[in-house]
T-cell receptor, first 110, second 114 residues
């Protein structure tokens, strides 16, 4: 079992650009959540996808959007990047009882 | 609304000593509670979870936590620290099953000294 995988591992973007991060869930999981972890902070919930629909959303602006594909993999898109968007972005796939996290994508905005 | 408070952003213990990491939660419904560990440049690994069964929960690597409703606490303990336990630890709460939105604390960095 490959577990949760994310790509790319690291990414450097310029302010105002757009970025797409990708996540493949653990085998057998149909729900994917995204979290943002700023340096020195705990992860903050962005949103969750189930059956290709956004099911829950945290307090993030509309610049943050996502998608889930029929194979349950997911993308996180961030438009009009700000310096404050620099963070580790974590994807988690889940069953009812717990979430399994991927290694994350480190996004640096310059 | 749910929230988590972790007291002590940094905790230092000697190898072989007791580890105690504190977590208090706030939840409008019976909570699901979790402890995760994060090693440098890695994602989060689940240590243990409370899902309204036994109040004393045993996890991986010798860690355990006790759910105390009256104190709204879910402190993490380990009888004897090992150098490999040095990492950041996060407490998290969910109000609708562990597969739903997790609200995390700000984390506690554990340092283990010889």
């Amino acid at each position: 079992d490959a577990g949760v995988t994310q790509s790319p591992t690291h990414l450097i973007k310029t302010r105002g650009q757009q970025v797409t991060l990708r996540c493949s869930p653990k085998s057998g999981h149909d729900t994917v959540s995204w979290y943002q972890q700023a340096l020195g902070q705990g992860p903050q919930f962005i949103f969750q996808y189930y059956e290709e629909e956004e099911r829950q959303r945290g307090n993030f602006p509309d610049r943050f959007s996502g998608h889930q594909f029929p194979n349950y993999s997911s993308e996180l898109n961030v438009n009009a990047l700000l310096l404050g968007d620099s963070a580790l972005y974590l994807c988690a796939s889940s069953n009812y009882y717990e979430q399994y996290f991927g290694p994350g994508t480190r996004l640096t905005v310059t | 609304a749910q929230s988590v408070t972790q007291l002590g952003s940094h905790v230092s213990v000697s190898e072989g000593a007791l580890v105690l990491l504190r977590c208090n939660y706030s939840s409008s419904v019976p909570p699901y509670l979790f402890w995760y560990v994060q090693y440098p440049n890695q994602g989060l690994q689940l240590l243990l979870k409370y899902t309204s069964a036994a109040t004393l929960v045993k996890g991986i690597n010798g860690f355990e936590a006790e759910f105390k409703k009256s104190e709204t606490s879910f402190h993490l303990t380990k009888p004897s620290a090992h150098m490999s336990d040095a990492a950041e630890y996060f407490c998290a709460v969910s109000e609708a099953g562990g597969g739903n939105k997790l609200t995390f604390g700000t984390g506690t960095q554990l340092k283990v000294e010889l």
